[in-house]
């Protein structure tokens, strides 16, 4: 049996690929600045890209940050998290300070350290989220603490009509005591 290669593969198969399996964060580090114009224009046309920034290079994250403005109306799937690699959130949202600049997303994963991140980014991005059309929202939230105002942020992420899937990782005690009067039956939800 021959071995393809990826420059050999229709351009059908590629948007496949890029659209379901990739990481885009992987793809722009090997593309970009390559001078391949095929992949160039078959990544700018694709519909969906996922990106997933957990445990990232910090040097793969700032060529992400600097073309991700071009990619933002077609992003479903998003990842970003404090773990393993410090400053990202803050980096993250000094770029995009809410998530509603996002139009497709439609899974969220949001790691947050309230310790190392300003409280009111954090706020004004999950605030954002309530005019967004997220399906699956997955929140790990680290040293909360008695910040109210996270805490009543995360409450009201519950009233987001499109809403299906909830995770929450935290030690936020107060957050059952808010939303205990909320109908939770259309959720598939677990809270850590």
């Not at 954002?128 to 603490?145: F, W």
């Amino acid at each position: 049996m021959s071995r393809s290669k990826l420059e050999s593969l229709p351009n059908e198969i590629l948007y496949d690929i890029i659209e379901k399996y990739i990481n885009e964060v992987d793809l722009l580090r090997a593309f970009s600045y390559q001078l391949n114009q095929r992949f160039d224009a078959i990544f700018s046309r694709s519909q969906r890209l996922c990106f997933n920034f957990i445990q990232r290079r910090k040097d793969d994250f700032r060529i992400c940050m600097g073309l991700l403005l071009a990619y933002m109306d077609k992003i479903e799937p998003l990842a970003i998290s404090e773990r393993d690699t410090p400053g990202q959130v803050e980096a993250f949202l000094s770029f995009f300070p809410s998530f509603d600049l996002f139009r497709q997303l439609r899974t969220l994963y949001f790691d947050f350290d309230c310790g190392t991140v300003g409280t009111s980014h954090i706020s004004r991005a999950l605030n954002s989220i309530l005019d967004s059309s997220i399906e699956t929202l997955s929140l790990a939230a680290v040293n909360v603490g008695d910040r109210s105002s996270i805490i009543y942020d995360i409450r009201l992420i519950f009233r987001l009509e499109s809403l299906k899937r909830f995770t929450l990782r935290s030690g936020i005690d107060k957050l059952a005591l808010g939303v205990s009067h909320l109908n939770f039956q259309k959720f598939k939800f677990k809270i850590n």
